[in-house]
C-alpha cells in the first residue's frame, strides 16, 4: 500500500468516528503532511507507507512553524493519529513511542489566551433582539417575519444555554422538554449532554414555532423531527429545512449590524455568546467552577478558570479604590 491510500483510508475511519469540524481538519493537516513528503522526496503517491520514517514527523514539525501554535499543535495530532493508525493495521512498523517523544520535543505549546468578548456589546444586541417581535408583529411578509421570531430565538438562545453555534442549528423540536425546560443533545466529542433553557429563551421559542405551525403542519413529517431553527429564505420555500452553520453566523452577523453598526460586524460572533453565557453563570453563582464547567460543558476545569478573572467584580473594585478614589487628575 502507498502512503497516499494509507492516508486515503486513514481519513475514511477519522470520517466515521468524529465530527465533521474534525474530519475537514485532519483533512487540511494530512494534506500539509502530503506536501512536506514531496519536498522531502518521498511522494505518497508511489511511495509503500512501510517506508514512512517516523522522522518524517520532525519534518512536518519544522513546516509547521508559519502556523500558529494552536494549529500547529492540531496538525500534528492528526499526524501522530496517522502513524497510530499504521500500527494498529499492520500496515507499518512504527515506534510510537518515539513518534510522540518527536512531537513533544518539536512542537509548541500553544499559550493560554483569556476569552475577550464586548460584553456590553452582546447585551445590547440581546436588548436588540427581544425587539424583534415588536417588529416581527406589524411585518406584512410572512418569510420575513418569521426571520424576525426566529432570529430573536437563535440569539437567546446561545446566550442563556451556552450551545455552540452548530449545536444550535442541529436542535430538532423533539430534542425539546418544554415542560423542564430542557434539551437532550450530542455535542462536542459525541458526547450526550442535557442543556437548560431560560425562561426567556423558552418563550421566544414558542412564539417563533406558533408562528410557524401552518408551515410544519404542512410539511408531512412527524413534528419532533422538524428543526427547531428553520430556514425562511425562497431556497426553501414551504419546506422546513434546517438552518446551517454557515446560516447561524450570519444570523449573528446581520444582526449585530442591525443593533450596532456595521462598524461591529466581526467584533460578536456565535461563539461570543458562549463566553457571556459562561461569565455569566460565573457571576451570578459567587464563582463556583464547577457549575459553570457542567453548564458549559468543558471537559477540562482549566478551560473553565481561564473566564474567573472576568466574573471577579471585588478585584475591580479593591482596584478602583486602590489606584482611583481619592486622587487627583495629573
Known amino acids: 500500500m502507498t502512503i497516499a491510500a494509507a492516508l486515503a483510508a486513514y481519513l475514511d475511519t477519522v470520517a466515521l468516528a468524529r465530527s465533521a469540524n474534525t474530519a475537514r481538519t485532519y483533512r487540511n493537516a494530512l494534506r500539509a503532511f502530503r506536501q512536506t513528503l514531496d519536498e522531502r522526496r518521498l511522494p505518497p503517491e508511489t511511495t509503500p507507507v512501510a517506508a514512512l520514517p517516523e522522522d518524517a514527523v520532525a519534518w512536518f514539525a519544522a513546516a509547521l512553524k508559519g502556523l500558529a501554535p494552536a494549529t500547529e499543535r492540531l496538525y500534528l495530532t492528526a499526524v501522530a493519529g496517522f502513524f497510530a493508525y499504521l500500527a494498529a493495521e499492520n500496515l507499518a512498523r512504527v515506534n510510537l513511542p518515539r513518534v510522540r517523544l518527536l512531537i513533544r520535543q518539536r512542537g509548541r505549546r500553544s499559550g493560554i489566551r483569556l476569552p475577550q468578548f464586548p460584553r456590553e456589546a452582546i447585551e445590547a444586541v440581546l436588548t436588540y433582539a427581544k425587539s424583534l417581535a415588536e417588529r416581527a408583529a406589524s411585518e406584512e411578509n410572512p418569510a420575513a417575519r418569521l426571520r424576525d421570531l426566529r432570529d430573536r430565538a437563535f440569539l437567546l438562545t446561545l446566550a442563556d444555554t451556552g450551545l ?7 436542535l430538532r423540536r423533539g430534542d425539546m422538554d418544554w415542560h423542564e425546560g430542557r ?25 417563533y414555532l406558533q408562528a410557524r405551525s401552518e ?26 429545512l434546517p438552518v ?19 462598524e461591529a460586524v466581526g467584533t460578536i460572533t456565535p461563539h461570543s455568546f458562549r463566553h457571556y453565557f459562561v461569565t455569566a453563570v460565573l457571576m451570578g453563582s459567587g464563582g463556583n467552577l464547577k457549575l459553570a464547567q457542567e453548564l458549559a460543558r468543558h471537559s477540562n476545569i482549566a478551560v473553565t478558570q481561564r473566564y474567573a478573572h472576568l ?20
Open 215 to 240: 408551515l410544519d403542519g404542512a410539511s408531512g413529517r412527524p413534528l419532533r423531527a422538524l428543526p427547531l431553527f428553520a430556514r425562511h429564505d425562497k431556497g426553501a420555500g414551504k419546506k422546513v
Open 164 to 170: 455552540r453555534v452548530h449545536e444550535a442549528c442541529a
Open 183 to 207: 434539551a437532550v443533545i450530542i455535542g462536542k466529542g459525541d458526547k450526550q449532554a442535557v442543556v437548560r433553557f431560560s425562561q426567556r429563551a423558552l418563550r421566544a421559542l414558542q412564539d
Open 311 to 330: 466574573s471577579d467584580d471585588e478585584l475591580d473594585r479593591g482596584y478602583y479604590r486602590i489606584f482611583e478614589e481619592g486622587r487627583d487628575e495629573p
Open 244 to 262: 446551517s452553520t454557515a446560516t447561524g453566523r450570519n444570523i449573528v452577523s446581520r444582526r449585530v449590524r442591525e443593533a450596532l453598526g456595521p
